[in-house]
């Protein structure tokens, strides 16, 4: 009898703590459930509709219409290619530069606390002011004209030529992301032991075979989120070429990127289910990279 009453408390005891514990989720769910789940699922469903706006909001089934159309948009596979092309120059520079300053500032350098400060300020500087900041050096009467033209090196119309426009913004996207994976990279390299490059150093190892052999391996969990958060950041460009091509794209569809055609299907042609399938296939090709990185880099099988 009193087993039996002992194990009917520990019941209660354990359902009581369960209440508990979801009622502390409570808030989390509902934020996650807001801002996350449901605009999943209205995705998903406009996806498959095309919306009405004017005149009253219809939805009316289309089907896999919405999807069939991506292939036959030629402005969705220049956005596609030049999206593709800017996370593949960007993402392996800005992580080279960010390795390079972290163990620079980590080598004891005098001053370091300043330099750190220094490097970090484009990280935390809005990206719209910087946009504009780098629009009025890219002019063609800007400084970087005028640095190129003293050092005799052709100029160029960094906003006007269809050659050089995105790269323009990619430049400016590797001297403002750097810092931030720079401190990340940083931390990284305070937590590795000493005892290592110790134990290497009177094995006969120079500063360049200890980067290799023990610097490079033990940052490969950190590399990988590097890249990781790389890759989804430079998928979803689109602050900086908005403003650049004053929302077009231009010129001649040179800094057209996914995200900001997605921002066009949406606010300016009025087609939300469009705009939603080329948000799904632009979320599967991030999902898919991610996967791939952690393949090679996770040190884990999918």
Known sequence: ?????????????????????????????????????????????????????????????????????????????????????????????????????????????????????LYFLPTVTSSTVLTLIFMWIYNTNGLLNDFLAFLKLPTYNWLGDPAVALKGIMLMNIWSTAPLFMVIYLAALQDIPRSLYEAAAIDGANSWQQFIYITIPMLKPVTFFVVTMGVIGTFQLFDQSYIFSNGSGGPNNSTLTVVLLIYQAVFRNLQMGYAAAIAFILAAIIISITLIQRYFFGGERI
């Open 1 to 117: 009898m009193q087993e039996e009453r002992r194990q009917i408390r520990r019941t209660g005891w354990e359902i009581t703590e369960g209440v508990a514990g979801y009622i502390f989720m409570a808030p989390t769910l509902l934020v996650l459930g807001t801002f996350a789940i449901a605009p999943i699922l209205l995705a998903i469903f406009l996806s498959f509709h095309k919306v009405k706006l004017l005149g009253g909001i219809k939805y009316d089934f289309v089907s896999f219409h919405n999807f069939q159309r991506l292939v036959e948009d030629d402005r969705l596979w220049i956005a596609l290619l030049n999206t593709v092309q800017y996370v593949a120059i960007v993402v392996p520079l800005q992580t080279a530069l960010a390795l390079i300053l972290a163990v620079t500032l980590n080598s004891g350098i005098r001053g370091k606390n300043w330099w750190r400060v």
